[in-house]
């Protein structure tokens, strides 16, 4: 059992940079593959990046590769997305999901077990 706990949202301006954090409980923080997830209104959940379990590789949208840095801090049992060059159609909000299955990237929300409760991203023009 994985407990996922997001912070660092909040609103920004075009251009700007934000630092989402998710801080897992548990004692197997790292059996799981990490990923990070957004949902904007109206759409689906889509996939935004996702590092494995012992952090050396990484996976990412096309729509964020380049602006978004995904890390994780085994000492911590903290995942983190590092945010740049935000832009308007980033506005989501964005879950922490950690996943127990062996494939290699996992980009499907479908293959995630345990999941945060999102926080809010707003970006303005």
């Known amino acids: 059992q994985v407990g996922l706990v997001e912070s660092g949202g909040g609103l920004v301006q075009a251009g700007g940079s934000l630092r989402l954090s998710c801080a897992a409980s548990g004692r197997t923080f790292s059996s799981y593959v990490m990923g990070w997830f957004r949902q904007a209104p109206g759409k689906e959940r889509e996939f935004v990046a996702t590092?494995?379990?012992?952090?050396?590789?990484?996976s990412y949208a096309n729509s964020v590769k380049g602006r978004f840095t995904i890390s994780r801090d085994k000492a911590k049992n903290t995942v983190t997305l590092q945010m740049n060059s935000l832009k308007p159609e980033d506005t989501a909000v964005y879950y922490c999901?950690?996943?127990?299955?062996?494939?290699?990237?996992?980009?499907?929300?479908?293959?995630?077990?345990?999941w945060g409760q999102g926080t809010q991203v707003t970006v303005s023009s």
């Open positions: 590092i494995s379990r012992g952090g050396l590789s990484t």
């Open positions: 999901a950690a996943s127990a299955a062996s494939a290699w990237p996992i980009t499907s929300a479908r293959s995630y077990d345990y």
